[in-house]
């Protein structure tokens, strides 16, 4: 190594983080090396904080920083609609569309057999809890439209349409902006089978 | 610059770092590869279908030191009816699961791959998919080299059944005869059944009619042989399986 050992160190960390390799970790550790103190110190126990606080909502398995989340604290949203999703990332971007108003449930993953990912490394018992109360009215799947997220919306289905629940997986479409031409095949006979009235 | 171009389906698909996707082809005509897809996770992405799990297509590859780079690839069947149905699904996991793991990389398989494609096509149209998952398991076990001798007793010759699979010989063994600690029982209506399944394959699969009874005595066979022969003691998918007929 060329570097004194504690920067050193500090590279070796940057590399840690994904997309990083060897050249930009040293160009964001010479960047830190430049900052003020105050900063730095900031900076770092920002992450520290993050990296204590943050928990998983002991309802929803969304990210919190309380026993419970933003979502499933706040009393007007529709109580009796739940959306599944695989990733607590997925909840903050069907958040930015603001138009779904029910609570979430965050499954942590989704089925992949041969990746030894079945029902049982996911939050399913809780979510089978959750709704065996009878307070749900209809279950959303918004699992990814990809063949581990369309295995894991057909299970979750059939495990909940005994409850008597509306179950109902969100439609597949072409992205907006995009070129009809550019479409895959595959997308574009799911966007074909989905029409709908005009 | 090595290229290879083939016909090839996805048994296995996982995330590679942030934007890449890490698969595993079997390709008609270098057998188990791994491909780095790269950039496949972005949202424009052209060939987000082309990576998943069993798909058929036709790939472009740069051979790799390590891993092999996907440089571009058209689908040929996406297997759409296998992802509408839990059991099929499921099914045809297993499948991707036993020719992952029973297949070295980067050696020519072309008789596993057409099995393997013929095995979804059935797949596809048969409403019995545990029927046509005993006959895979067989007709892969044969290929593989490991055949079971199951013309009468493998010590005395007898031909009516019930006998004991023996899979210290991989063998059938009649009741009167010596058999090892690792054998189980096995009815002459399975051996009948498996006979049928090695001679004929998939063909007329559909009019071919296997009790739950005799399909659970070649699946404990079969899953014995992979065991035995294979090393092959757990098999995830195929828990997984099993966990969903059950519901
Ligand atoms: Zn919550
Ligand atoms: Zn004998």
New interface residues.
């Given amino acids: 190594m060329f570097y004194p050992e504690p920067i050193a160190r500090v590279i070796e960390a940057f590399q840690k983080l994904?997309?990083v390799g060897p050249k930009t970790a040293q160009r964001l550790a010479f960047f830190v090396l430049s900052l003020p103190r105050e900063e730095v110190v900031a900076m770092a126990r920002a992450m520290v904080n993050a990296r204590d606080k943050t928990r998983y909502c002991q309802s929803c398995g969304n990210f919190s920083d309380a026993e419970t989340c933003f979502v499933c604290r706040d009393s007007r949203r529709d109580q009796s609609l739940l959306c599944v999703v695989q990733d607590p990332r997925d909840v903050l971007a069907l958040e930015r569309t603001r138009e779904f108003k029910g609570l979430y449930h965050v499954l942590g993953g989704a089925?992949s057999?041969?990746?030894?990912v079945?029902?049982d490394q996911l939050r399913i018992r809780e979510l089978l809890a959750r709704t065996g109360g009878g307070s749900f009215r209809e279950v959303v799947l918004a699992t990814n439209p990809?063949?581990?997220g369309?295995?894991t919306a057909?299970?979750i289905a059939?495990?909940l349409k005994p409850l008597g629940l509306r179950v109902t997986r969100i439609a597949h479409g072409l992205?907006v902006g995009g070129d009809l031409e550019?479409a895959?095949?595959?997308?574009l006979?799911r966007a074909m089978e989905g029409r709908r009235e005009f | 610059m090595v290229e290879l171009r083939s016909d090839a389906l996805v048994?296995?698909?996982?995330d590679w770092?942030?934007?890449d996707r890490q698969i595993t082809l079997l390709t008609r005509d270098a057998g188990k590869v791994t491909v780095l897809a790269r950039g496949v996770k972005k949202?424009?992405s052209?060939f987000?279908?082309?990576v998943?799990?069993?798909t058929l297509g036709r790939y472009l590859l740069h051979r790799g030191k390590a891993m092999d780079i996907l440089i571009q690839g058209e689908?040929v069947k996406?297997y759409?009816s296998l992802?509408?149905?839990?059991l099929h699904?499921?099914t045809a996991?297993?499948f991707?699961?036993l020719v992952?793991r029973s297949l070295p990389n980067n050696e020519p398989a072309v008789a596993i791959f057409i099995l393997l494609v013929a095995a979804l096509e059935i797949l596809e149209k048969d409403a019995n998919p545990a029927r046509v998952a005993r006959c895979f398991e067989l007709s892969l076990i044969d290929e593989l080299g490991f055949c079971p001798a199951l013309e009468g007793c493998f010590y005395c010759g007898q031909q009516s059944g019930p006998y004991y699979f023996d899979f210290a010989h991989g063998a059938i063994v009649c009741g009167q005869c010596p058999r090892s600690q690792d054998s189980i029982l096995i009815s002459g209506a399975a051996v009948a059944v498996m006979k049928r399944f090695l001679k004929q394959g998939f063909h007329r699969l559909a009019i071919c009619s296997v009790s739950a009874t005799v399909n659970g005595e070649i699946g404990r066979v079969c899953a014995g042989v992979f065991r035995t022969s294979l090393g092959l003691a757990e098999i995830?998918?195929r828990?997984?399986?099993a966990?969903?007929e059950k519901?």
């Fill in positions: 994904p997309g089925i057999p041969i990746d030894g079945g029902p990809n063949v581990e369309e295995a057909l299970y059939r495990i992205p550019y895959d095949e595959v997308t006979s | 048994l296995r698909s996982r770092r942030e934007a949202s424009k052209k987000a279908a082309l998943e799990p069993l689908i996406p759409f992802h509408q149905d839990l699904y499921a996991q297993y991707c699961e992952e995830k998918s828990s997984f399986l966990s969903i519901i």
